[in-house]
T-cell receptor, first 115, second 108 residues
Framework: GAGVSQSPSNKVTEKGKDVELRCDPI?????LYWYRQSLGQGLEFLIY????????KSGLPSDRFSAERTGGSVSTLTIQRTQQEDSAVYLC?????????????FGPGTRLTVL | GQNIDQPTEMTATEGAIVQINCTYQ??????LFWYQQHAGEAPTFLSY????GLEEKGRFSSFLSRSKGYSYLLLKELQMKDSASYLC?????????FGAGTTVTVRA
């Protein structure tokens, strides 16, 4: 596609359930990033992929969070046993490479609400 | 650690000029980005500065002083569609660290 796409656009779940969020990056972009945006706060880095490898997972807030990327393309962010504090907008971005200066293109995000 | 500060809100009149300041203290620096984000939408790229000085792009300009850890985004000839959140982000290698964003409201 022309841009980064994410699905679903909105997800409402009950506390304790698992959720999967999907990101389709721009074709040819080797670098992929996940961020979280909570109300009134800046974007918080979660994880960085270069190809299918994740050299930096330092932003994942707990072991309930995991992510994978397959075929150097689609990525899935999984949150297990969701908690109310997980409610946020989860944004995915991709760039041509991970090198400094390469612009990151963002998807529209998935708004997660944990009841 | 990373510390990036920008004002929370600014209001200006259509046709006017607004300057959004961003100060940063980060462990590394490979450039500074400005993004625009309309409510409920993805952030979109506005500008990138890696060297000191002013970068001009149409109605938008961005300035960087690395020695002062300071940048600003200048929006000229404000239009109603410029009402949005403006995000300052510092790049260290591959990672972007964002400020909390400045909400700009343009009034007629």
């Amino acid at each position: 596609g022309a841009g980064v796409s994410q699905s679903p656009s909105n997800k409402v779940t009950e506390k304790g359930k698992d959720v999967e969020l999907r990101c389709d990056p721009i074709s040819g972009h080797t670098a992929l990033y996940w961020y979280r945006q909570s109300l009134g706060q800046g974007l918080e880095f979660l994880i960085y992929f270069q190809g299918n490898s994740a050299p930096d997972k330092s932003g994942l807030p707990s072991d309930r969070f995991s992510a994978e990327r397959t075929g150097g393309s689609v990525s899935t962010l999984t949150i297990q046993r969701t908690q109310q504090e997980d409610s946020a907008v989860y944004l995915c971005a991709s760039s041509y490479s991970g090198r400094a200066g390469n612009e990151q293109f963002f998807g529209p995000g998935t708004r997660l609400t944990v009841l | 650690g990373q510390n990036i500060d920008q004002p929370t809100e600014m209001t200006a009149t259509e046709g006017a000029i607004v300057q959004i300041n961003c100060t940063y203290q980060t462990s590394g620096f490979n450039g500074l980005f400005w993004y625009q984000q309309h409510a409920g939408e993805a952030p979109t790229f506005l500008s990138y500065n890696v060297l000191d000085g002013l970068e001009e792009k149409g109605r938008f300009s961005s300035f960087l002083s690395r020695s002062k850890g300071y940048s600003y985004l200048l929006l000229k000839e404000l239009q109603m569609k410029d009402s949005a959140s403006y995000l300052c982000a510092v790049r260290n290698d591959y990672k972007l660290s964002f400020g909390a964003g400045t909400t700009v409201t343009v009034r007629a």
